[in-house]
């Protein structure tokens, strides 16, 4: 099989990965407490793979599949889209600070994989 083609079935498998997990929590969280939550872990998971060189399906399947696939902008624009007119402040804080935390959390990640052995 040529290597386009694994990484791209690896990038698939984590895809479907994320995204049904996110899935899954949307049915049990609140949307905004679940934005923050699959946000924040997404990155999380972005700065262990990007912290240090792990085997080559590594960052398609757990990075761009798993985390690309679990993270979610849309529903970051739903909120925007939904709140912003009737209360700015309300909705921009929000977002600024997951956007803050999410830079943390990436930061975090990038130590955890480095002490990870």
Known sequence: M???LQTTALVFLGGALGSGLRF????????LPLLFLVNLLGTLLLGVVN???WPSWVHPLLGTGVAGGFTTLSGLSLFLNNHFATDPLATLVPIAVMLALGFVAHWVGMKL???WR
Do not use: W, Y
Request: proline fraction near 12%; aromatic fraction near 0%; hydrophobic fraction near 40%.
């Open 24 to 31: 899954s929590l949307g049915l049990q969280i609140e949307p």
């Open 113 to 115: 994989a480095v002490i």
């Open 51 to 53: 912290g240090k060189t």
């Open 2 to 4: 040529p290597k386009a």
